[in-house]
């Protein structure tokens, strides 16, 4: 099953200030240009009110993208978050069952 940019609701805030540490901010803007509202504000919730307002300003520099650009950024953050999860840092997909 394949991890979709639309996946990243299902993290928690933690392993979204951790895609935020690692991904592209110019990436990030032009991919939640074509996302839902609640997937950027999900974003936006995990930054502090400065970086939101300059995240938020800049993006709004960003005028009109073009399809083909918002899929090819939310790819490369779906790759940042793949690599996340292959160091550990972060569980994508169906939570594995445990025996401590």
């Keep these: 099953m394949m991890f979709t940019f639309e996946d990243i609701m299902k993290l928690d805030g933690n392993a979204v200030r951790e895609i935020l540490k690692v991904a ?3 990436d990030l803007m032009i991919a939640l240009k074509g996302a839902a509202e609640e997937l950027r504000r999900k974003f ?3 930054m502090s009110q400065r970086a939101q307002d300059a995240f938020m300003e800049e993006m709004g520099f960003l005028g009109a993208v073009r399809v083909k650009d918002v ?3 939310q790819r ?3 790759e940042e978050v793949q690599k996340l999860a292959e160091q550990g840092i972060l569980q994508i997909g169906e939570a594995e069952e445990m025996i401590g």
């Design 44 to 46: 936006l919730d995990n």
């Design 71 to 73: 899929e090819e950024a």
């Design 76 to 78: 490369k953050v779906v």
């Design 24 to 26: 592209d901010k110019k």
